[in-house]
Structures are given as structure tokens and as C-alpha cells.
């Protein structure tokens, strides 16, 4: 029995499961914005703005709830707490602490 949670134990390993998500510590930069551990780089992405052909997207760094891992994903594919970092829209996709949201 100790074999087999040993052996499930190493096939887990070798697949990333298990292992975390993305570290949050240290800090990077986030389209010219320095965010810090704890955060995300969110982008939001923009149309344009009918009124002067202005795009309307932009970027920020988000703080991220304690309990919520950062997984690379796409869509409804993420974890319900990288969604809820997009309201009101929806999660495009993530990778890294890279987190694209589409915009209104």
C-alpha cells in the first residue's frame, strides 16, 4: 500500500500536479508599472472608443486573494477566483502572473 501512494506520489510529480501555481513573490514589471509580490499583471483589453478612435484598454496591477493559485489558463478554464480578478468581464487568458481579461 505505502508503494502505491509512493508511485502516485512520483507520476504527480513528474505531471506538475500538485506542485503550486505561479510564485507571486518579488516584483516585475507591468507595462512600465512596477507591481509587487501578491499581484498580477492584469490587462484588460480595449476596443476603440467611437467618440476619437482612441483605444480603451489598459493595464494594472491586482492584487491577489491569499487562497487563490495562479494557474496558466484560458477562459472558463480558470479557476473561479483568476475570473472573479476580471469582473466584470472574463478571463481571456493567463500565463505567468500575466493575467488577459477582455474588455467591456
Do not use: W
Given at each position: 500500500m505505502r508503494f502505491a501512494f509512493l508511485v502516485l506520489g512520483v507520476v504527480l510529480a513528474a505531471l506538475g500536479c500538485g506542485g503550486g501555481g505561479t510564485s507571486l513573490d518579488g516584483s516585475?514589471?507591468?507595462f512600465g508599472l512596477a507591481c509587487t509580490?501578491?499581484?498580477v499583471c492584469l490587462s484588460v483589453a480595449g476596443g476603440i472608443?467611437?467618440?476619437n478612435?482612441?483605444?480603451t484598454g489598459h493595464h494594472e496591477c491586482k492584487a491577489?486573494?491569499?487562497d487563490?493559485?495562479?494557474v496558466d489558463c484560458a477562459g472558463n478554464m480558470c479557476p473561479t477566483c483568476?475570473?472573479?480578478l476580471c469582473e466584470p468581464?472574463?478571463?481571456d487568458r493567463v500565463s505567468g502572473r500575466d493575467v488577459s481579461c477582455y474588455g467591456q
Amino acid at each position: 500500500m505505502r508503494f502505491a501512494f509512493l508511485v502516485l506520489g512520483v507520476v504527480l510529480a513528474a505531471l506538475g500536479c500538485g506542485g503550486g501555481g505561479t510564485s507571486l513573490d518579488g516584483s516585475f514589471d507591468c507595462f512600465g508599472l512596477a507591481c509587487t509580490s501578491g499581484e498580477v499583471c492584469l490587462s484588460v483589453a480595449g476596443g476603440i472608443d467611437a467618440g476619437n478612435d482612441t483605444p480603451t484598454g489598459h493595464h494594472e496591477c491586482k492584487a491577489v486573494p491569499r487562497d487563490c493559485e495562479i494557474v496558466d489558463c484560458a477562459g472558463n478554464m480558470c479557476p473561479t477566483c483568476i475570473q472573479k480578478l476580471c469582473e466584470p468581464t472574463y478571463v481571456d487568458r493567463v500565463s505567468g502572473r500575466d493575467v488577459s481579461c477582455y474588455g467591456q
